[in-house]
């Protein structure tokens, strides 16, 4: 008769047995002493105060004028005025009728002529003192401006300067054109220049 190993017959029990007691301790070994422990460190973080600051508000200064008021219309008096007047029934002949300004005083235009000799007064330049000036005790110098033809006789006369409206310059052209001249002479030629003559009016 064959001898069986009870630790042969007893196997299979005892591999059930090993293996349950070895999940209760692994149960056991979870729940008395934690495989892992979390320990979680917080870093402190510094509290951030926001402070309000109360700014205080900028004064803005306006320096813009005021618009200008609209204008109202007022109501006229006048009845006449018609209400539908239009431009095109106003009357412009009435400009074209005022007298134009009178055009600017122009110079004497006189033509300079070369000589060698000027002319010459044959006799005195006496004028005439006219009454209205004497009266007045009006006194000044009359400058003439002649044109002395090559016979010595004044043809043209021009005011440069004078004293109007008191016959001063009336005077002292009528008695230079009464006065006979010595013409002036270019090359021992006679021929007609233009000169300057003064005519004093002076009271005794």
Same mark, same amino acid.
């Given at each position: 008769?064959?001898?069986?190993?009870?630790?042969?017959?007893?196997?299979?029990?005892?591999?059930?047995?090993?293996?349950?007691? !070895?999940?209760?301790?692994?149960?056991?070994?979870?729940?008395?002493?934690?495989?892992?422990?979390?320990?979680?460190?917080?870093?402190?973080?510094?509290?951030?105060?926001?402070?309000n600051?109360?700014?205080?508000?900028?004064?803005?200064?306006?320096?813009?004028?005021?618009?200008?008021?609209?204008?109202?219309?007022?109501?006229?008096?006048?009845?006449?005025?018609?209400?539908?007047?239009?431009?095109d029934?106003?009357?412009?002949?009435?400009?074209?009728?005022?007298?134009?300004?009178?055009?600017?005083?122009?110079?004497?235009?006189?033509?300079?002529?070369?000589?060698?000799?000027?002319?010459?007064?044959?006799?005195?330049?006496?004028?005439?003192?006219?009454?209205?000036?004497?009266?007045? !005790?009006?006194?000044?110098?009359?400058?003439?401006?002649a044109?002395?033809?090559?016979?010595?006789?004044?043809?043209?006369?021009?005011?440069?300067?004078?004293?109007?409206?008191?016959?001063?310059?009336?005077?002292?052209?009528?008695?230079?054109?009464?006065?006979?001249?010595?013409?002036?002479?270019?090359r021992?030629?006679?021929? !007609?220049?233009?000169?300057?003559i003064?005519?004093?009016?002076?009271?005794?």
């Open positions: 008769m064959r001898h069986i190993n009870p630790l042969k017959k007893n196997y299979p029990l005892i591999i059930r047995l090993t293996t349950l007691v !070895g999940i209760i301790l692994i149960i056991l070994n979870f729940l008395i002493y934690p495989r892992f422990i979390n320990t979680l460190s917080f870093e402190t973080v510094d509290q951030l105060i926001i402070e600051i109360d700014i205080p508000q900028t004064q803005q200064i306006d320096n813009t004028p005021p618009p200008a008021r609209p204008s109202i219309p007022v109501p006229s008096d006048d009845e006449d005025i018609a209400e539908d007047l239009t431009l029934e106003l009357d412009f002949d009435d400009f074209s009728n005022m007298d134009a300004p009178p055009p600017p005083p122009s110079g004497p235009k006189v033509v300079f002529i070369p000589y060698d000799d000027p002319p010459v007064a044959m006799t005195p330049i006496r004028p005439v003192y006219p009454e209205i000036a004497q009266e007045a !005790g009006i006194e000044g110098v009359i400058v003439v401006q044109f002395i033809d090559e016979k010595g006789r004044v043809k043209e006369t021009l005011i440069l300067k004078g004293v109007p409206n008191t016959g001063l310059d009336e005077a002292a052209m009528e008695a230079i054109k009464a006065t006979r001249f010595r013409p002036a002479k270019q021992e030629r006679a021929v !007609g220049v233009w000169i300057s003064p005519v004093n009016f002076r009271l005794k």
